[in-house]
């Protein structure tokens, strides 16, 4: 079936678009077109928009603004986004960086999504048509979402504040075994605070290594101190079975990479 | 099906074509450009074979539509040769048998161009992630990463 294109200035007249049955939001392509090229006959229609404000990046203060149409190259690239750029390198190869978006990532499933992974440990909030919600709820409502997201936006961990690890069997590229996001807080004695960990190829999307979060509170972040969260750091996961690795195989690696992202310093 | 217009620059030389809205950047050079150095390998955006450069960033043609390449300029291998002289990453391709069959060799090329476009004296491990989204099933790698190696080298003393 022969596709389509359409192209909007506006979010709001993209949007309308939108409405209409078998059409397709188009980002940077490497889902969509993809898609299409695979021979995915849910859509005919490719719907865009131009607006500039999908390609904004805005750090003001301690807070971070990123449209949703900005590249994992933009970002990666970005001064004001030194601390978490190695999650947006994380992703695909350099052609694939300088298409794939912030927006789009929020989409893509497993083994896919490492960037969201990292949202999901800033505890991100995901801006869609004049709303906004965190990241973490609209992952779970994301196959019934019909709108236009138009920008994520995050609270800036301080330098060394974000951890994140990818695992593939490829180097230096390769799809996903799993990736893992953390920030951790610790108050002045060392001491566990807050945590909030992403989990990527651990579910059907990227989750929350909740029961892992929790252990981790009150505890140092040493061999003894993280036992706790490592043995319940599987919980709530359904990892896939791919060409990549089997569910078995993630469920046994998490808690050891799990290990050296919290104990690295 | 109506068909939309879309003019770009091609390795220099403007083009003017009527093509199927929803059409591939991929499809258009090859079919209607008159362009197949880069080549449709698994159309998924995993083998980089045909990598491309629009407005000089690498891009992948095959996820790319050629609707939205309106007004870019379009680099290809087809175009790296400057009167029948070779680019010197091409030289240096040759030189060091870094193609074998030959399918990646022009994603290779548009790869390492974009590296050494912006690092024209990178270290091994540029090279490397310069090229990772490039797959090659001939070679092992080791004679890209040297022949792209070489290249920057041979620029750098005609530079000086």
Same mark, same amino acid.
């Given at each position: ?265 | ?67 939205? %390449?309106? !007004?870019? *300029?379009?680099?290809?291998? #087809?175009? =790296? /040769?400057? +009167? ?53 099933? %001939?070679? !092992?790698? *080791?004679?890209?990463?040297? #022949?792209? =190696? /070489?290249? +920057? ?8």
């Amino acid at each position: 079936m022969p596709l389509t294109l359409q192209t909007f200035s506006t979010i709001a007249d993209a949007g309308a678009a939108l409405k209409a049955s078998g059409t397709r939001y188009l980002g940077g392509g490497t889902l969509a077109v993809r898609a299409a090229n695979e021979g995915d006959l849910s859509f005919s229609t490719l719907v865009r928009a131009t607006d500039p404000a999908l390609s904004a990046i805005a750090v003001e203060g301690a807070r971070a603004t990123i449209g949703a149409g900005v590249t994992m190259a933009a970002v990666a690239a970005h001064p004001g986004l030194a601390v978490i750029a190695r999650a947006a390198r994380a992703v695909g190869g350099p052609a694939v960086r300088n298409q794939a978006t912030v927006g789009g990532n929020l989409f893509a499933a497993s083994p896919y999504g490492d960037f969201t992974v990292a949202l999901l440990a800033l505890d991100a909030t995901v801006h869609a048509g004049g709303g906004a919600i965190p990241v973490e709820e609209f992952l779970a409502g994301r196959d019934g979402f019909t709108g236009i997201v138009t920008a994520v936006s995050f609270a800036m961990p301080r330098d060394g504040g974000f951890r994140f690890l990818k695992v593939s069997r490829v180097k230096p590229k390769g799809v996903s075994v799993l990736s893992i996001a953390a920030v951790v807080e610790e108050d002045g004695d060392g001491r566990v605070t807050a945590a909030r960990i992403g989990l990527g190829c651990m579910a059907d999307r990227p989750i929350r290594a909740k029961a892992a979060e929790k252990a981790l509170v009150g505890n140092r972040l040493t061999a003894d101190g993280i036992a706790a969260a490592l043995a319940v750091a599987g919980e709530g996961t359904v990892p896939p079975t791919d060409a990549v690795a089997s569910a078995w195989y993630r469920a046994e690696v998490l808690p050891v990479h799990l290990k050296r992202l919290l104990l690295a310093r | 099906m109506a068909k939309v217009p879309v003019q770009f620059s091609l390795n220099g030389s403007e083009k003017a074509e009527f093509v199927d809205s929803g059409a591939t950047l991929l499809a258009v050079l090859r079919g209607k450009a008159g362009d197949t150095s880069p080549k449709g390998g698994c159309h998924q955006g995993t083998c980089g074979a045909c990598s491309v450069l629009i407005d000089g960033e690498l891009r992948l043609s095959c996820l790319t539509l050629a609707e939205t %390449c309106e !007004g870019a *300029e379009i680099t290809t291998t #087809a175009g =790296l /040769a400057e +009167a029948g002289v070779l680019h010197p990453l091409q030289r240096a391709f040759m030189d060091g048998f870094a193609a074998q069959c030959g399918f990646c060799t022009p994603g290779m090329l548009m790869a390492a161009k974009a590296l050494l476009d912006r690092t024209p004296n990178p270290t091994r491990e540029d090279v490397v992630e310069a090229i990772s989204g490039n797959v090659c099933r %001939c070679t !092992g790698y *080791e004679p890209i990463i040297q #022949a792209i =190696l /070489a290249a +920057a080298r041979a620029n750098s003393h005609n530079a000086a």
